[in-house]
């Protein structure tokens, strides 16, 4: 089964206004839209940096008891947390290099062989 969804557990978690803490979420995997709607932003149009916050806002599903997530929460995680998301968004949002079957000419065996195409010609 395809999977589109991932649970995570922050490093700090989230403090909301009234002190409880959020640490378990879910965020799922992102869409053209995703990265593309938000860069029509005027906030990201001002602030770059700012595309990370709502891309995080809109593909975090899940975040503890709270009802949403939207950017004044983003804005409001701790660094380690923010990093966290970051890399959990890359890893799960990245393509898969394909790989082939081939022979290996020196033993003869069978082996599996990575194509990157985006590193061909490098």
Do not use: S, W
């Amino acid at each position: 089964m395809f999977q589109t969804e991932f649970a995570f557990t922050l490093p700090k978690g989230y403090v909301d206004r009234d002190g409880n803490l959020h640490k378990e979420g879910t965020m799922r995997l992102a869409n053209a839209a995703d990265e593309i709607l938000p860069l029509k932003d005027p906030r990201v149009q001002q602030n770059p940096g700012y595309l990370t916050i709502i891309i995080l806002a809109r593909v975090i599903t899940k975040l503890g008891t709270l009802p949403a997530v939207d950017t004044r929460i983003v804005e409001g995680l701790f660094t380690p947390d923010l990093a966290y998301l970051q890399d959990l968004y890359q890893r799960i949002n990245a393509m898969e290099i394909p790989v082939y079957k081939g022979i290996c000419p020196h033993c003869g065996k069978e082996i599996d062989i990575p194509v990157n195409f985006t590193e061909a010609g490098v």
